[in-house]
DNA sequence: CGCCAGGTTGTCG
DNA sequence: CGACAACATGGC
């Protein structure tokens, strides 16, 4: 399967800034995973997105709307870098990162772990969960096991997969998405405000978790989580602006934010004298 | 070893 | 309301 005329688009750059933990990057450059039950790897040549094992059947069912590939990031990034100098930095520092159209339980579920936690380890207990409870598909690629799965389980079945305090979370989640206390199709559609707190019933479900799951499973491109990273960026690189100020495309910002942010520690870091003495040796470099 | 991590909860003032 | 320790684990 060949996509053509890709443009605003790059693999890494969306499948690894921190918003899916489960693509694996392969020797050349491919990334191979699974969503929605399946298998694909997918390569980037030029403009064009190749995916292997996949027909067009599940590249219109899933794909293209797994890489939101039909919303014209070139006119949003344009608006976007309008509003700030450094927003605008960040677009271009990473041009292709889009928004994944996630499943809503796993992205709901992935941010559960990822709380107070750094991203190589949520990446390891991602896929210990889904090596212990996810139906194996080919190699040692799992499917994301189901809330109903999860259900099923007490925390204490979770420990081999180490994610300590938030396996009860993980565990509550999973019940209420499970049982339809909590229905997640509906939450898409809510009001902002009564979406989040609907999510937030869940125990271990703040606002930051409420936010990504709404961004990142439930695309609601308006919702701009805050983080550690985008705590600092906000006080740092945007002091007089606030979240609702970025917009109905805010949680695009806010991605570019992100990976701009962690991939520039230095930006908020105070100027050390070895900090300056380590800047002040890299320009004699060049 | 100590600090920190895509936070949230519970408690105390 | 706001501040703050505790939470389990391990990356760096």
């Given at each position: 399967?060949i996509i053509?005329n890709?443009?605003?688009?790059?693999?890494?750059q969306?499948?690894?800034?921190?918003?899916?933990?489960?693509?694996?990057?392969?020797?050349?450059?491919?990334?191979?995973?699974v969503?929605?039950?399946?298998?694909v790897?997918?390569?980037k040549?030029?403009e064009?997105?190749?995916?292997?094992?996949?027909?067009?059947?599940?590249?219109e069912?899933?794909?293209?709307?797994?890489?939101?590939?039909?919303?014209?990031?070139?006119s949003?990034?344009s608006?976007?870098?309008?509003?700030?100098?450094?927003l605008?930095?960040?677009?271009?520092?990473a041009?292709?990162?889009?928004?994944?159209?996630?499943?809503?339980w796993e992205a709901?579920c992935?941010f559960i772990?990822?709380q107070n936690?750094?991203i190589?380890?949520?990446?390891g207990?991602?896929?210990?969960?889904?090596?212990?409870?996810?139906?194996?598909?080919?190699?040692?690629?799992?499917?994301?096991?189901?809330?109903?799965?999860?259900a099923a389980?007490?925390?204490?079945d979770?420990s081999?997969?180490?994610?300590?305090?938030?396996?009860?979370?993980i565990i509550?989640?999973?019940?209420k998405v499970?049982n339809?206390?909590i229905?997640?199709e509906?939450?898409r559609?809510?009001?902002?405000?009564?979406?989040?707190k609907?999510l937030?019933?869940?125990?271990?479900?703040?606002i930051?978790v409420?936010?990504?799951?709404?961004l990142?499973?439930?695309?609601r491109?308006?919702?701009?989580?805050?983080?550690?990273?985008?705590?600092r960026?906000?006080a740092t690189?945007?002091?007089?602006?606030?979240?609702s100020?970025f917009?109905k495309?805010?949680g695009i910002?806010q991605?570019?934010?992100?990976?701009?942010s962690?991939?520039h520690?230095?930006?908020?870091?105070p100027?050390?004298?070895?900090?300056a003495?380590?800047?002040?040796a890299?320009?004699?470099?060049e």
């Open positions: 399967m053509e890709i443009k605003d688009f790059d693999l890494a969306t499948l690894d800034c921190g918003q899916a933990f489960r693509w694996r990057e392969l020797e050349d450059g491919s990334f191979k995973g969503a929605f039950g399946r298998l790897t997918f390569q040549d030029d064009k997105i190749i995916i292997s094992g996949c027909g067009e059947t599940d590249f069912k899933i794909w293209r709307n797994y890489l939101d590939l039909d919303l014209d990031y070139s949003i990034k608006d976007l870098s309008k509003l700030h100098p450094t605008a930095d960040a677009a271009r520092f041009p292709g990162i889009r928004i994944l159209n996630q499943e809503p709901l992935s772990i990822s936690n750094n190589p380890r949520i990446k207990i991602v896929e210990r969960l889904c090596q212990s409870f996810g139906d194996p598909i080919e190699g040692d690629f799992c499917t994301f096991p189901s809330a109903e799965r999860i389980l007490s925390p204490e979770l081999p997969i180490r994610a300590g305090f938030r396996a009860r979370y509550d989640g999973a019940r499970a339809g206390e229905d997640l509906k939450v559609f809510m009001e902002i405000e009564d979406a989040r609907e937030m019933k869940i125990t271990g479900v703040g930051k409420a936010d990504c799951t709404l990142y499973g439930l695309h491109l308006d919702c701009f989580p805050l983080d550690v990273w985008m705590k960026a906000m690189l945007f002091p007089e602006m606030k979240p100020d917009g495309y805010g910002a991605q570019y934010i992100f990976h701009y962690r991939m520690p230095e930006l908020f870091q100027a050390t004298a070895g900090n003495r380590r800047k002040f890299h320009r004699l470099l």
